[in-house]
């Protein structure tokens, strides 16, 4: 603690001092100390006040801010030597993408002008963001399908005829072992939309129970009658670290993410599931079901409405 010394105090001061110390019951160096607490009170600086405008454009700057810098960390972009953050050349090139000023973006991230919808709804599509998160705060940066027994409007959307890509992206590590995340690709512009099945089965040599077999056997007769015409490759996706929690990543992370070599393997298991193959032990005691998904031929007429495969 520093000291503090003072000469020639006047006498009369001394013994108000003094005084007030025995008022007080305090030590003269105790009352010293609280006189001198008491009048060199810190600053407290007062925050301007916003309006609701004000905080909003302020709230949305800080999202987009997020938002580009997650693109540049997740390497959106796949460059080497990458920047951690979105600075001046990466807004250029994300302005570039949005047909779009450098200078607005980074008005926009610094909360002096507003982040008009249009450029909200580009931003969505371009980057395969939630715009209702970028505006408002709703839902998550990176849109998630829960696909759940719901698979088919993902893997066919009514009305598209676009020749999509899927990658199967299996967990193979951790808590979350047997966790499938599916990547639908648009071939001509890239843009991904990520699904994922976390309760209804998994695949691993533990993760069901019969009516999860039964789902999954749903799913893969699925794939292998309506998909068949798909480009489909499947991979192993490692976490980082054991601990790992998969819902701190999924839409928090653009999809682009999930394709990182460092974390992921080229694997065979999809194609082994769709021709009757056991990739490790998943279906012992169901050999059956391999059999039937073995013996149906790839695009065959089979009916399967509702993830239910009928005789």
Known sequence: MAKIQARNVDDALYQRIEQSAMKNERSLEGEIRTALREYYQPVVSQEPVMSERERWQHETGKRLKWLFDRLIEDNYYRTSGRANKAGVPELVQLARQLDTSPGLLMDIMEGSEELPFNLADAIAENFDAGAGWLLGGRGEPFPTV??????????????????????????????????????????????MLLGVVTAEFKLCNDGNGGTGRGKLLAFLLFIKESCAHRGMNSFDWEPDESGFDFWSVVGQHHPVWFQDFRRRNTAGWLQQLLTGQDPDGWFKGWEGDLEKIGDMPFGNASKVAGGVVSE
């Open 146 to 191: 829960n696909l759940g027994m719901d698979y088919h409007e993902f893997f066919l959307p009514p009305g598209d005829d676009t020749n999509y890509i899927f990658e199967f992206i299996r967990i193979s590590k951790g808590r979350h072992e047997g966790t499938l995340l599916c990547l639908r690709i648009h071939p001509a512009t890239g843009r």
